[in-house]
């Protein structure tokens, strides 16, 4: 009985000094494009038709250096939705049963005085069950 004792004080001991804390896995440094809708954009229209569009794609994850590739991408309204890789495989924004969780793909243009377009990007992440991260940065 005094064991019991004696081992419920060190393990209550132990746990105020070293509280068990959650973890959460974000990649370092990065900032994703929230998805927008087109009224709250910086721009007052769709810039982009909704399709497939072959794009130069900067990659970074927890494992790699970073990597460019030519990717096809899927937009609807100015929003990346997909991701296609050269091997056939592919992310998407939607359900998936992949354990990812995918933020962002929202284009942000940049304009001059004028309003003309002069270069866009969208900077998509994706974070893995076990620490694992993605992240794709889209220039345009």
């Given amino acids: 009985m005094k064991a019991n004792k004696f081992l419920y004080g060190v393990v209550t001991l132990l746990l105020t000094v070293f509280p068990i804390q959650s973890q959460t896995y974000n990649p370092p440094f990065v900032s994703y494009t929230p998805v927008y809708d087109v009224t709250q954009r910086n721009l007052r229209q769709v810039v982009l038709d909704d399709g497939v569009y ?18 096809d991408v899927r937009i609807q309204n100015d929003n990346i939705t997909h991701i296609y890789f050269n091997n056939g495989g592919y992310v998407h924004n939607g359900v998936n049963y992949s354990d990812y969780t995918w933020k962002g793909g929202g284009i942000r243009w ?13 900077v998509i992440q994706l974070t893995y069950d076990g620490g694992r991260w993605q992240v794709f940065t889209i220039n345009f």
């Fill in 54 to 71: 072959e794009v130069l794609v900067d990659y970074k994850s927890n494992t790699t250096s970073r990597e460019q590739y030519v990717l």
């Fill in 110 to 122: 940049n304009v001059d005085y004028s309003g003309n377009i002069i270069s866009g990007y969208a």
